[in-house]
């Protein structure tokens, strides 16, 4: 089993920027979609970005599109999530996860705990 340990979430105003990192141990995670999701106060998780294992297809749901940019690098097992003009609507609790479908829409195997990203108007 794959550990995955989030990190890099906080407090930014409107308009500000954070990176997100993920972290796996325990098995190389190199032949999986790596994907982030969030889940907002009340609402259902939600799959916000997707970068498959050769790291050449991409994919963002599109209220990111634009903002957010997803990258891995397998030689440190992270995979990362740059957020740029960040919105009041971005606040959630930020997760990430292994998946076995190459688009990372679903087939989801591993999940880490979660990083809290709260942005203030």
């Known amino acids: 089993q794959v550990q995955l340990v989030e990190s890099g979430g906080g407090l930014v105003q409107a308009g500000g920027s954070l990176r997100l990192s993920c972290v796996a141990s325990g098995r190389s995670v190199s032949t999986y979609t790596m994907t982030w999701h969030r889940q907002a106060p009340g609402k259902e998780r939600e799959f916000v970005a997707a970068?498959?294992?050769?790291?050449?297809?991409?994919y963002y749901t599109d209220s990111v599109k634009g903002r957010f940019t997803i990258s891995r690098d397998d030689a440190k097992s992270t995979v990362y999530l740059q957020m740029s003009s960040l919105k009041p609507e971005d606040t959630a609790v930020y997760y990430c996860?292994?998946?076995?479908?190459?688009?990372?829409?679903?087939?989801?195997?591993?999940w880490g705990q979660g990083t809290q990203v709260t942005v203030s108007s």
């Open positions: 996860a292994t998946s076995r479908d190459y688009s990372g829409r679903n087939y989801y195997v591993d």
């Open positions: 970068v498959s294992w050769s790291g050449g297809s991409t």
